[in-house]
């Protein structure tokens, strides 16, 4: 769902980030030990328990391309071509977009009903819990329509998207416009992704999101930005994007060749020499850490809108706006 929140004041909550207790999680192709919360109930995103569990969590490898670093990186040699088709003078935005759910190890899991991707979607059964959100819900979600979250789990536009993670296991369960119904859910897509694994889609699948990306990794937390910095990539969305990939993307969405356009999993990066001094706490935490990690086209929408979780306590995202397209450059791993 594309919610243009640029102008949307929000108030902050404080919160802080207790330790956590600690069960011992399996890493693919080798042991490590994480600390993280054990969950007796679904934990909305928007809460301090939240906070914690996904500060605990390792979301994927260090060495995954969501962790990278790739603020050394050199800059694609088509760059400024790409860039040009972008709308460079256009501002970053931002949609307040993915929420998401944490469930505990024994939530029941149910079938999904699968109605356009089934050859490109995950077997079930998946962990919905019955206060899982729907994409903008609450604070991105359009004004008229339905209001409560029933309302909205059973009726409404947009991509709908649905986030759960499950912590002990380190799952991560994606849906493309999910409705919930009387006889369960129905989905457009599904997608499971084992947080432990550098592994990707098989090659040419889409998942949730366009490129074939897990979501979550992705969208902006409060604990991210309460910590100074996002630490991980970011993904927003592009007009126009090329009919190709690249990794870590999986799949393309579009018809068009035009090799100015970005592909599905292009990485793009703020300019090391972007000034940050000035900005708001929050804002100055997405823009160091876009910098750092950067962020890939990864769905077809308006230009340069980045997803951030729509948490009442993110505040001061109004001063991306003083951020522009030109500002950002395509990078590419060394040789």
């Known amino acids: 769902m594309t919610i ?9 909550l ?16 080798a042991a490590r030990a994480a600390e993280v919360p054990v969950i007796e109930k679904p934990v909305l995103f928007d809460t301090p328990e ?21 603020s050394d990186w050199p800059v694609h040699p088509d760059s400024a071509r790409i860039l040009a088709t972008m709308e460079p003078n256009r501002s970053l935005g931002y949609n307040l977009d993915m929420g998401f759910v944490l469930v505990p190890a024994d939530q029941p899991k149910a079938p999904v009903r699968i109605t356009a991707y089934p050859e490109e979607s995950d077997p079930g059964p998946f962990p919905i819990p019955d206060n899982a959100p729907i994409e903008g819900w609450p604070l991105g979600y359009p004004d008229r329509g339905p209001t409560t979250l029933e309302q909205v789990q059973r009726a409404g536009k947009g991509d709908r998207h649905v986030i759960v993670v499950d912590p002990s296991a380190m799952k ?12 369960g859910w129905d989905a457009a897509q599904a997608s499971v992704f084992d947080l432990t694994s550098n592994a990707l889609r098989p090659d040419g699948w889409t998942s949730a999101d366009a490129a074939g990306l897990p979501i979550f990794p992705a969208a902006v937390r409060y604990s991210d930005v309460a910590g100074g910095v996002v630490r991980h990539a970011m993904r927003f969305t592009a007009r126009k994007s090329r009919r190709a990939y690249v990794n870590p993307a999986t799949h393309f969405a579009s018809r068009h060749t035009d ?30 850490g876009l910098k750092k990690h950067g962020m890939f086209v990864a769905d077809n929408g308006v230009n340069w809108l980045i997803s951030i979780t729509p948490d009442g306590r993110i505040e001061g995202l109004e001063d991306l706006r003083k951020v522009k397209g030109r500002d950002f450059e395509i990078v590419t791993p060394a040789p």
């Open 172 to 183: 991560l369960y994606e849906l493309f416009a999910a409705y919930r119904t009387d006889a």
């Open 259 to 288: 090799m100015n356009l970005p592909r599905m999993g292009e990485r793009f990066r703020l300019r090391r020499d972007f000034d940050t001094t000035g900005f708001s706490p929050h804002a100055r935490a997405i823009l160091e």
């Open 4 to 12: 243009y929140a640029n102008s949307l004041s929000m108030k902050r």
């Open 14 to 29: 404080e919160c802080m980030l207790p330790a956590a207790l600690s069960i011992t999680l399996g890493m693919a192709g």
């Open 50 to 70: 939240a906070d914690r569990i996904v500060t605990a969590m390792q979301i994927f490898p260090p060495d995954n391309p969501w962790n990278e670093d790739v």
